[in-house]
């Protein structure tokens, strides 16, 4: 019978009366022969096992080794030590299951580096930092979940084999049966993707947009939440080769509507995490600052983790167009002292990440919502304004993290839509059931992107985009 164990996040919340409790855990130390620090993953805090000298064989004492499994029952008491308000006597230890110390990969004393960590991924989820981080990340899907439902979204589910490319410019990963050595050929000697599995050529998706549309003009609110994979070579602290990706697309939704949701959510998501994880959030934020001790104090964070979450919930986002961006750019001292490795050329320039976080941490020092880009430097299917140069495109910039959405109004006229996919080449044969939505009742609709793991690198404060998805996907690593 293993469901009468309580959690260690339970046990430390009652009060200590002699009650008889059995905990299941993982052996984070064990001092004098007597005090075990156990952890079952529910919360970073161990709870102390006494036990008490002589009661134990000594051959079970021996087994009570780093990251052994034990059963152990006993009752909960006051504690006398301090640092823990109780301790449980144990009454039976049960090891489940052995662990030789000497070879476990993950030796705290040698205070191991997150990079080491990413190398033994299988166990880091049984250090402090990854407990946190893993279930904060738990929180936070739950809460893009409930931010949704309790609005009335219809969480979609839309493929992740597709022969479409969303973004008409990804580089994406190609899914087939085709052999290698001799793939059939056509006449003209190209691969004949007819005897493919599918009949033509797929790809995994690099965004369920398109589909998400589809959805939006029946349901009228839809969301995605589900993994995007981009082969792209970008080997940063910010990109994946998979990754999870949220996409709310809403009917009778315009540019304005739509930067008020993704910001409404941000917030909701970050305070569902304030509210519910706190302990963890506050071991990263410790985590934090004793890395940045390191570094010069002018690199360090003017705030610490916990005061910038609690900044954006307090603060409304800036909201500004790519325009004016351009021209704090061009006019900022840190162009004119030519301390930007992309000069900022002017109009028209796509901005590189850093202009944007020029713009978030420089210049606002807050989250910023960029709208209304050029239509050159944007997707086919964003709405056109009026101006005839630019689309009702945004990007929200976040402090450290830089893009975390990108999103838009999207053409809803077919003339103009079918007009802008001739210009960059899209082929609207393949796309001709998501034209057919602007021949059948189309409405003005609006969506955007949320790149999950830019969202908890941000509410963990975690630099790297490696460390806060379980088995990251990126060039050259596919481990575990
Ligand atoms: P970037 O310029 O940072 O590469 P993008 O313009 O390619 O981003 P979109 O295509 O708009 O991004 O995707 C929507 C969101 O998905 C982004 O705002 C970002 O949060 C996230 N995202 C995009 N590419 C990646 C990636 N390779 N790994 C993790 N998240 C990503
Ligand atoms: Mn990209």
Redesign the pocket.
């Known amino acids: 019978m293993f469901n009468k164990r309580i959690k260690v996040k339970e046990l430390l919340a009652l009060e200590p009366n002699n009650q008889e409790v059995t905990v299941m855990g993982w052996v984070r130390s064990f001092r004098n022969n007597q005090f075990i620090a156990l952890n079952d993953g529910s919360t970073n805090n161990n709870i102390q096992i006494v036990a008490e000298l002589g009661r134990f064989d000594e051959d079970i004492l021996k087994r009570i080794t780093t990251s052994a499994s034990l059963k152990v029952s006993g009752v909960i008491v006051s504690s006398l030590g301090k640092g823990q308000k109780m301790d449980l006597k144990a009454t039976s230890i049960e090891i489940l299951g052995d662990s030789d110390a000497e070879k476990y990969p993950i030796q705290l004393r040698n205070r191991p580096t997150l990079e080491y960590l990413r190398e033994v991924a299988h166990f880091r989820f049984r250090t402090n930092t990854f407990g946190a981080v893993f279930r904060v990340r738990h929180s936070l899907a739950f809460s893009v979940h409930k931010f949704f439902n309790d609005k009335g979204f219809v969480y979609m589910h839309t493929p992740i084999i597709t022969a479409s490319d969303a ?1 008409g410019a990804g580089e994406m990963f190609r899914v087939t049966t085709l052999p290698f050595e001799n793939p059939p050929k056509t006449e003209d000697g190209s691969i004949n993707f007819k005897e493919d599995f599918f009949g033509r050529n797929t790809n995994l998706t690099v ?1 369920g947009q398109l589909e998400g549309e589809l959805a939006a003009t029946a349901f009228g609110d839809i969301y995605t939440f589900g993994p ?1 994979f ?1 082969a ?1 070579n ?1 080997n940063t602290a ?4 998979e ?1 999870w ?1 949220i996409e709310p697309e809403m009917a009778f939704c315009d540019l304005e509507d739509n930067a008020n949701l993704a910001e409404e959510f941000i917030k909701y998501i970050i305070k569902y995490a304030m509210d519910n994880n706190r302990e963890d959030l506050e071991f990263l934020a410790q985590r934090l600052a004793d890395e940045e001790k390191q570094l010069p104090q002018d690199k360090r964070s003017e705030m610490s983790l916990i005061e910038k979450l609690e900044f954006v919930l307090n603060n409304n986002f800036e909201r500004l167009t790519y325009t004016e961006a351009i021209d704090i750019l061009k006019e900022s001292n840190h162009n004119k002292k030519k301390k930007f490795q992309y000069p900022v050329t002017g109009w028209g320039m796509d901005l590189q ?1 850093e202009h944007e976080r020029y713009l978030v941490e420089k210049h606002f020092k807050k989250p910023v919502i960029l709208t209304n880009y050029p239509k050159e430097i944007k997707a086919f299917y964003m709405r056109q304004n009026d101006d005839g140069k630019t689309v009702a495109a945004m ?1 929200i910039l976040a402090p450290g993290i ?5 999103g838009s109004q999207r053409e809803e006229r077919l003339d103009k839509l079918e007009q802008r996919m001739k210009e960059m080449n899209v082929p609207a044969d393949q796309l001709w059931w998501y034209l057919d939505t602007r021949r059948f009742g189309t409405v003005p609709h609006a969506g955007f ?3 999950f ?2 969202m908890v690198q941000f509410v963990t404060g975690m630099n790297n ?1 490696r460390d806060v998805i379980a088995f990251p996907r990126t060039p050259k690593s596919a481990e575990f």
């Open positions: 973004e965004s995007t981009r792209e970008s910010r990109h994946l080769a990754f990706m990440s990007d830089g893009e975390i959405v990108g992107g949320l790149g793991e830019r985009i």
